[in-house]
């Protein structure tokens, strides 16, 4: 079950799990690290672990938090046009579209392109979104004697309040803003905050269908929010990001690993759903440590280089 079917929440309502974590305290000195495999990324077997333990999270039990924007924009091949009646096309489709679990807000059209922002579920896609977007409004306008054909230049963009460099800048600052009383510790936790500025997240993905700019925060609580103190745990977590990372076609932008809880910046695979890559980081950070660790649910939002007040200013001047 997941809360707040179109993502308005900003806390982490998790339901409570049975007790999870290490309560070790660290005894000073930089942490220590796991044996690591040859590409010096994993502990030697976490790759094969990761990939054949069934999971411990599926979707039917959890209660998660979300605010997902997709935003779709629409270019009709050269030499046609959209008809002057594409916005109320499209307004007319929107019980139609959330059936699907897109929720139309925001519609703008110009004879040269349409641009439509969503609401949706983290059940969907970007491959289904930009489908069954395109595919009902191609419909819906044909149907109306007025037809446009899309050229495959389509796109999708998730937005949020925040863009970018607010998410990355979040996440780099949770060790200094966790004031945690001694400062051994705190250089130790600086250890599981990575930044990896070759994922460049402005850049879309593209295929033969449009491009893709998706990008995903996703947040993990421990259950009970027990903390997690043993530096080679925490190794083991953070190494395993980039295991689940690498094997659903992701990839981690940013990353902070804290004692109770998880935040990663994704730029994610485009055929994946929100839901799939969050519990694809749920479940290999859980078999990491072999244990049931996380609370039953789990945080995911949208951002890109642009915050929804575009949207908005878009939409104003038209």
């Known amino acids: 079950m ?13 339901q409570r799990d049975k007790p999870a974590g290490e309560g070790n305290a660290p005894d000073g000195g ?12 994993v502990p030697s077997g976490l790759k094969m ?13 959890l209660s998660s938090a979300f605010s997902l924007r997709y935003d779709w924009t629409g270019w009709p091949k050269e030499g046609t046009s959209l008809p002057p009646s594409a916005i109320d096309i499209a307004r007319s489709l929107a019980s139609l579209w959330e059936q699907d679990g ?9 004879a040269e392109k349409i641009q439509l922002l969503f609401s949706v579920t983290p059940a969907i896609s970007p491959t289904f979104f930009t489908m069954r977007v395109k595919g009902r ?13 899309f050229s495959r230049k389509v796109s999708l963009r998730s937005l949020g309040e925040n863009i970018t460099a607010q998410v990355a800048g979040y996440l780099h600052r949770q060790v200094g803003k966790e004031g945690f009383v001694d400062p051994r510790f705190e250089r130790i936790m600086s250890e599981f905050t990575v930044a990896c500025p070759e994922v460049v997240l402005a850049e879309p993905a593209a295929s033969s269908s449009g491009r893709y700019w998706y990008n995903l925060h996703v ?5 009970d929010r027990l903390r997690i103190t043993n530096p080679v745990k925490l190794g083991l977590l953070r190494d395993a990001v980039f295991v689940v990372a690498e094997r659903t076609g992701c990839q981690i932008a ?4 804290m004692p109770d809880h998880v935040h990663a910046a994704v730029r994610g695979n485009y055929e994946m759903t929100p839901e799939e890559i969050a ?9 990491a440590l072999g244990c049931r660790v996380w609370q039953d649910g789990f945080y995911v939002g949208t951002f890109s280089e642009y915050d929804l007040d575009v949207i908005r200013r878009i939409v104003g001047k038209s």
Do not use: C, I, W
């Open 2 to 14: 997941s809360v707040d079917l179109y993502g308005s929440q900003n806390h982490l309502p998790f």
């Open 102 to 110: 897109l929720r139309l807000m925001e519609p703008h059209a110009t």
């Open 49 to 61: 672990g990761l990939a054949t333990r069934p999971p411990r999270y599926t979707a039917h039990n």
């Open 137 to 149: 409004l191609q419909h819906a306008l044909r149907k109306a004697g007025t037809p446009v054909q």
């Open 279 to 287: 519990l694809a980081l749920q479940n290999g950070l859980a078999q």
């Open 30 to 41: 930089k942490p220590a690290r796991v044996d690591l495999a040859p590409d010096g990324l």
């Open 219 to 223: 947040v993990l609580v421990v259950a």
């Open 254 to 257: 940013a990353l902070a690993v």
